[in-house]
């Protein structure tokens, strides 16, 4: 093989395996990004679930109290 031919299989060579180490390196970052998106969602969900209970809470302890106590309407 002569020079150029050489250098031009190792250019190519080495311009393949850096575009393929960059794509893997991308998907990993990728990859990462949407695992924390599952996270935060995860974490949503919690906090809608425990507001949602400290509402029914609050609405089962209004409900207690309107029965125990005499509330007038001001017409």
């Known amino acids: ?7 031009t299989l190792l250019g190519t060579t080495v311009f393949s395996g850096l575009v393929i180490v ?3 390196y991308l998907q990993r970052e990728e ?10 969602d995860e ?13 029914d809470l609050q609405a089962a302890l209004q ?5 125990e106590q005499e509330v007038k309407a001001t017409h």
């Open 1 to 7: 093989m002569s020079r150029p031919a050489k250098l």
């Open 22 to 24: 960059g794509v893997h």
């Open 31 to 40: 990859r990462a990004s949407m695992h924390a998106g599952v996270i935060r």
């Open 43 to 55: 974490e949503r969900t919690r906090i809608k679930r425990e507001r949602q209970a400290d509402f």
């Open 63 to 67: 409900k207690e109290y309107m029965k």
